[in-house]
């Protein structure tokens, strides 16, 4: 009997994302199983694609004569039979490609991580976990959550927590040490006030970390994705605390191709909780109990790259799939969490009995007058900036990194842009040649095209020249400044001002003395679709980092939002945004697909959907951004019942103008463009940055 082995190919092109059926010759039956990588023959043999197999079986589709598989690269199988059902669901659902998803599932071929794992003890198990109870929320409502599978948007904890570690965990055992940012800002991980033996760690890493031990305690994995690194050493430290070493499995950015490699294989091994940025989402599972997100509003979590999924859609595919449990982690509640709320598909669950932030609203305050009511750090949270910076570090939020927010001619006040690009010009520091903000060229021998003048002076106060004038303001004190150029992980629990720019604070042990957020005015004058749900993000992520008790400053901030943070009922601002969506037809409260190409490919794409859209479609309007002239755009909305449609007669036109191909000017066909692009769920053409 013939074995015919039904593989997916390793490659773009949206005509060739379907099972291929090609023989498995009797010399290569022992190591052809399903999950590994080969090399097969296309067309006449000439070229050959990498390809994993997805299945095996007796008799193939094809009447005709198969072609044989040409070689098995590795006998390892990388692709587990639930993360290619993961993969095709989410290609499916977001009219992409199966291979574009894969390749952010599976590394790149690693021979030593193979090797390595070949050769382990297939004897040795992991010792069991015992289930540390989830602190801060009624009594086993999440433990139960955690056994029933249960799906529930989680309100965090708003403060730091410590964790005693457990007997047997990496902690307690010593296996997990200090991260190198910890060791090189000072700080031992213990507050002033604490036990000695605590692990200090945000409240939502706690929460997500008991709720995935009792998972593990269960021998079921856990996949978690949080949006950046300093959100997976916050949850690998309290991780450690709870679980042994070799339970914890990274899938970070940060790591390498062979690291990566090794933690695939080795969260196939046993039951693990595997940590990350987007590409966790995709780990591998022996069996899959929990699913957990923090803070999925983030904009760390949407796919640059095609299919452009969002992280947040592969959660919830991938819990419909396994059955897992299904966690939403949150301060700000986003409004596509708001909706899966009020839908009763997620059950809401809220801290019981914690204290949540001292926030104070500085415009209902009363009393300043003159010059003092304009005041960039009002005098009531000068003082207790001044007062907390005596005793513990103050944390002061900023709106933009550098010296100043832009820079303008000395003469006539012109806004001074770069002569490469047309973006603004910046300086990061006092004295420093200006640099351009997008494309980063020095403006060396800058000239005002209005006046001539060459001098420029900066308007606005970023993170560096906020820290100038603290430091001129709290002579003595250390200032400590941290954005995307200096980034900290965390500070130590002594007297000091950090001044950071917008989700880039660090933690301290304890919690901060005391929080002033400032700029809140600039961070709510960008247009967008999201602009609320984020800001509301950075204020409650700074106000957690406050130890339970400290004074949380917002400055120049009033009305609902501001009436929201003070008595910390942040679904509110969830909910109202959402009903002024279903109004709109914006989403979350609809699907929407972005529609790119010439302008008779994108006219035939819309008219193919026929009824399936909501309201009149937006569009098609020219893309001036675009390097291929005559490019037009169009957004189609729809509601999600009809998703599975509209995204299979999308992908169709994309197959269907694929052959069809245009060159850009200058006759390289290297750069030739596709006719059609589409993309589901974008929301980047409502934004304006």
Not at 214 to 224: G, I, K, N, Q, Y
Not at 255 to 268: F, I, S
Not at 599 to 614: C, H, I, N, R, Y
């Amino acid at each position: 009997m013939t074995t015919v082995a039904r593989v997916v190919l390793d490659s773009p092109l949206p005509q060739l994302d379907r099972l291929f059926d090609y023989r498995v010759p009797a010399e290569l039956e022992d190591d052809c199983v399903p999950g590994v990588r080969v090399k097969v023959p296309l067309r006449t043999g000439a070229r050959m694609s990498d390809a994993y197999v997805v299945e095996l079986v007796s008799e193939g589709d094809w009447p005709g004569e198969l072609s044989p598989v040409e070689q098995v690269v590795s006998p390892v199988p990388v692709l587990a039979p639930e993360i290619w059902s993961l993969a095709r669901a989410v290609a499916d659902r977001a009219a992409g490609v199966a291979s574009d998803v894969l390749r952010l599932a599976v590394p790149p071929r690693q021979v030593r991580a193979e090797k390595a794992w070949l050769a382990r003890d297939t004897g040795w198990s992991p010792s069991p976990v015992a289930a540390p109870p989830v602190t801060g929320y009624a009594e086993g409502a999440l433990e139960a959550l955690v056994a029933d599978r249960g799906r529930a948007a989680v309100a965090a904890v708003p403060h730091p927590v410590a964790l005693t570690p457990a007997p047997g965990s990496a902690a307690a055992s010593g296996a997990a040490g200090p991260s190198a940012a910890t060791a090189a800002s000072g700080a031992t991980g213990t507050a002033p006030d604490g036990p000695a033996s605590a692990v200090w760690v945000p409240g939502w890493a706690a929460t997500i970390a008991q709720a995935a031990a009792h998972a593990v305690a269960a021998e079921r994995s856990a996949v978690v994705a949080v949006p950046d690194f300093r959100d997976v050493t916050d949850l690998e430290r309290a991780l450690h605390a709870v679980l042994p070493a070799e339970r914890v499995v990274r899938f970070d950015a940060k790591q390498t191709n062979g690291q990566r490699a090794a933690a695939l294989l080795r969260a196939r091994t046993h039951a693990v909780v595997a940590i990350g940025n987007r590409t966790a989402a995709y780990a591998p599972a022996t069996e899959l109990g929990l699913i957990a997100m923090w803070d999925d509003g983030d904009a760390s979590f949407v796919e640059p790259r095609a299919p452009y999924v969002h992280t947040r859609d592969v959660a919830l595919v991938r819990a419909a799939q396994s059955g897992a449990g299904l966690l939403f982690v949150s301060h700000a509640r986003s409004t596509d969490v708001q909706r899966l709320v009020e839908l009763q598909w997620l059950q809401d669950v809220a801290p019981y009995r914690v204290p949540t932030p001292k926030v104070i609203p500085t415009v209902q305050q009363s009393g300043a007058e003159g010059f003092a009511a304009q005041a960039r750090i009002p005098s009531t949270a000068w003082r207790a900036a001044r007062e907390a910076s005596q005793h513990g570090p103050v944390l002061v939020q900023v709106a933009s990194p550098g010296f100043g927010t832009g820079l303008v001619c000395a003469e006539c006040g012109e806004r001074a842009h770069c002569r490469v690009c047309g973006g603004p010009l910046g300086q990061p520091h006092r004295g420093a040649t200006p640099q351009c903000r997008f494309c980063g060229a020095l403006a060396v021998g800058f000239r005002c095209p209005t006046c001539g003048n060459g001098t420029v002076k900066p308007v606005g106060q970023g993170a560096q020249r906020t820290a100038d004038e603290l430091g001129r303001a709290f002579p003595g004190t250390r200032i400590v400044v941290a954005d995307g150029s200096r980034p900290l992980d965390e500070v130590p629990a002594r007297p000091s001002v950090v001044v950071a720019t917008r989700g880039a604070e660090p933690s301290v042990p304890g919690g901060f003395a005391c929080v002033l957020l400032l700029d809140g005015d600039r961070m709510l004058a960008r247009e967008g679709l999201r602009v609320q749900e984020d800001v509301l993000r950075f204020w409650t992520g700074a106000a957690a980092k406050g130890a339970p008790g400290a004074e949380v400053y917002l400055v120049g901030i009033g009305g609902k939002l501001a009436t929201a943070m003070a008595l910390w009922r942040l679904d509110g601002p969830a909910h109202d945004e959402l009903v002024d969506r279903r109004a709109l037809h914006f989403p979350p409260a609809v699907r929407v697909a972005t529609l790119t190409g010439t302008d008779e490919a994108v006219t035939a794409a819309v008219e193919a959907l026929g009824d399936a859209t909501v309201g009149a479609v937006l569009g098609p309007v020219p893309v001036p951004e675009d390097p291929v002239p005559g490019t037009v755009r169009a957004i189609v909305r729809f509601p999600y019942a009809h998703g599975a449609e509209v995204a299979a007669t999308l992908k169709a036109e994309v197959i269907r103008r694929s052959s069809t191909r245009r060159v850009l000017p200058g006759g390289n066909r290297r750069r030739a463009a596709p006719a059609l692009r589409v993309r589901l769920d974008d929301v980047e053409p409502f934004t304006e940055v």
